[in-house]
Nanobody
């Protein structure tokens, strides 16, 4: 079992940066694959970045070179460093955890708004 809480969202100008955090609880947290998703109004929820237990990362093409996902298992936290933000990055960002091929657990989300 795991519980997730996202933080770090806010309002930022285009070209700015934000660092999202996902704090988790649970003794098996280090064994979960962690992902960041986002959902903009009227859009489907899309995968942004994923980091598996082996620390292999995957990114959607739209954020490659700008976003970096990382994890600190000792702190039970996953991060999403977002640089050179664009207006199209505006969305609610969600953290998820998945153990092996089991169901994903979701946080409540944090709003990221990129606007001048």
């Amino acid at each position: 079992q795991v519980q997730l809480m996202e933080s770090g969202g806010g309002l930022v100008q285009p070209g700015g940066s934000l660092r999202l955090s996902c704090a988790g609880s649970g003794t098996v947290f280090p064994f979960y694959a962690m992902s960041w998703y986002r959902q903009a109004p009227g859009n489907q929820r899309e995968l942004v970045a994923k980091i598996v237990t082996g620390r292999i990362t995957h990114y959607t093409d739209a954020v490659k070179g700008r976003f970096t996902i990382s994890r600190d298992n000792a702190k039970n936290t996953v991060y999403l460093q977002m640089n050179n933000l664009k207006t199209e990055d505006t969305a609610v960002y969600y953290c998820s955890a998945q153990f092996r091929t089991g169901p994903e657990t979701w946080g409540q989300g944090t709003q990221v708004t990129v606007s001048s």
